[in-house]
């Protein structure tokens, strides 16, 4: 039997992205919220909930960009330009979290201050950027003989800032299910208060872009049943628990924080991720590059791919056992002190 590589090779960058969305989206969420810590101890009990994971985390997003880059290069070759400008301001946002994240812990008051403050507003621009290339990117980029043929700005409108700010209400819900998950005490208190905006601040924003993407871009309309001739039940219908898996999402959120519940706000908010993603793939799969260059077109040859396929199915168990080994180990409630128990 013939393998299906350009299939494969789509399935493991679609997962390597998801990946990196949920588990760096929670400790870039867990930054989002620090202007709203009481003070340094809680800002070091959130710090120290995310310490061990957060760089591991980001791997991902080097598995899924250097898989693009590797196997579907033209389609890398055609979003490196259309969204040259917020892919920078991610990278650089992204650098600037991780300098600050390594020297607040040796800062004194007045250094702890500032890189606190780089911390806090590294996480939030990148999470900001990420929205903005998720905006572009869904809403097309223009293709032409195989090349991007569109503007700088292209990606820069309204549609997609919406999607950036409904990106940041739901890291920072993630953000905050981590938070009443991992600790205790006032802080565990005040994720729960943070939470409870967080849930509602997505659950409307969601449904903003969902409805602004049925009316602005016609193509994912029509996938969703929405055509201009008329509504299609059937095709509705087929799509129909994506959204439903998204407001179980949500229900589990308030339900567990009605119960005050450890591990439920959390759960359901990866619910929520899980069920956006799968909802935006719906709309322009096979596309990789929406609306008009599938990842057949785009795939690299088959001789490649397989030569590659040989050291991912090397390195990827490695990075899945690495980072269920570290979760494992640091599973327990955290403290300012870095403390576990």
Known sequence: MTLDLPLIWAGLIAIAVLMYVLLDGFDLGVGILFPFARGPEERDAMMNSIAPYWDGNETWLVLGGGGLFAAFPMAYAILGPALYLPLMLMLLALILRGVAFEFRLHGRKRGKALWTAAFAGGS?????????????????????????????????????????????????????GWIIWRTEALLHEDALRWAKYAAAATALLLAAVSLATLLIHPRVAERWGFAEGGFELSVFLVHLPIPLVGLAGLGIVAWGLWKRSHHAPFLGALLVFLSGYIGLAAGFFPNIIPYDVTFRMAANEDGALAFMLWGVGILLPVILGYTAWVYWIFRGKVAADAGYH
């Open 124 to 176: 939030l621009t990148a999470a900001l950027a990420q929205g903005l290339v998720l905006g572009g990117f869904v809403q097309g980029i223009t293709v032409k003989a195989g090349v991007f043929a569109g503007g700088a700005f292209d990606w820069a409108t309204p549609y997609s800032l919406l999607v950036a700010v409904g990106l940041v209400a739901g890291y920072a819900l993630l953000g905050a």
